[in-house]
């Protein structure tokens, strides 16, 4: 077993190599253009006008109720069917990018990521304590200006913990990107399976590539929690029972 | 349009499948969730160990490569097992169904037991002294004190992951199991007409998932029924 491990790190090294940038890539850019998306979204989303707030509200209750597999195959097959069904479309310059899965995964999981990270950003705006806002206001500042020094700093504090969750889900998400042929990591290591017939050696390889992204991450995030909160003062307990370590 | 060029009843057989997978892992989902819980918060820092990696593995790797490496891997496993037994070569397949049930028993129990283990915590160190003070054995605490406001605490948590649970099942479609996915997907290739079908397969889980919203919901309500509010 051992040996075969040795064999599948050895022979494919450079398929998990490029299955890995792949994966960094898609969740870079779902996260960052999702993360951007998300932004106006959950404005819209705790705006006291009804008509302001559907769009935003269906939108993140099917992203968030439907399998992101779903979407992703409906926005691949099923919108790539429609367009494909466009007359002279397959001779236009720009078919060589509407036929690549890239866009239609790139898509999905940027629509996904901001459905998901609208709604938890809706919940850290609506916790900003309403004498914040009210001193914003007294002190004659704009709605833009209280949502630029007021609202988002705050609800970047408060919603930290969870986003970085959702990065995480989202870097677990980009697996799903072997379905409709891509070659990321978990794609690599179902093609080197298929090659190979080791399905341990080149999925635990695998595994612990992700574990490792994961893990770097939860460490780089909570560096970053603790700048958010570098202003509150900390009110250590100085006995009591020692906190449960909260994976 | 209606009936799916004839494939309407194909799609109501995918979601009964649907739902089997749901009911059944969610058994499986809560006794593996209450065991990792009570290692993690057990006295024993074995049982503590195996506990946390057990979170901390699950945690850091996709469902989908947990269920490939199950279904792929599971059978080799059972079946290097078998003919250890046996001694002679035997070909044994694990359902892809069974297989999918412990992939995701496996990861949203990883996740049911930090539910648990917070539920857990929340019970009023008072009443664990006061039941041993009774001289009740801690099995005993467990049925009579913990476990019924276990349910209270940790409802909220699993109305979370029994959505995430029903999401999760279409990833079992890429194992060939016939849920709604897969249902969807043999549509979609034999009638030319992937909008229509993952349309169908979208609108069925978007109403799984509120009917499974509404349903905890209401448990809340009523599990907290006897609590003050305040």
Known sequence: MFEDLLYVLGKYDTWLWRGFLLTIELLVISVTLGTLLAIPLAVARVSKKVWIQALPFAFIYVFRGTPLIGQLFMMYYGVGQLIANIDGIQDHWTWTYLRDPYWYCLLTFVLNTAAYVAEIMRGGIQNVPNGELEAARACGMSPSTTYRRIIFPRMWQMIWPAYTNDVIFTLKATSLASTVTMMELTGAARKIVARTALPYEAFISAGVIYLIIVYTLTFGFKGIERYLRRSEKRKEPKSGKPKAASA | MLDLYGRGWQMLEGGLVTVQLCLTVLPFMI????????????????????????????????????????YFGGTIAVQSLAELISGEETRVDIPAFWSGVAALALVQGAFASEVFRAAMQSIPIGQIEAATACGM????????????????????????????????????????VEEIMRKAAIGAGTEKAPFTFYLVAMLMFLSFTTVSLLVFNYLEKRAARGVARA
């Not at chain 2, 503590?48 to 490939?68: A, D, F, K, M």
């Open chain 2, 31 to 70: 006794v593996i969730g209450l065991l990792g819980a009570s290692a993690k918060l057990s006295r024993y820092r074995t049982l503590r160990v195996i506990g946390e990696s057990y979170t901390v593995l699950i945690r850091g790797i996709p469902e989908l490569l947990v269920i490939l490496l199950i």
């Open chain 2, 137 to 176: 054995t801690p099995m005993q605490i467990f049925m009579r004190i913990k476990l019924p406001q276990l349910w209270r605490f940790a409802l909220p948590g699993l109305n979370n992951l029994f959505q995430v649970l029903i999401k999760d099942t279409a990833l079992i479609s890429v194992v060939g």
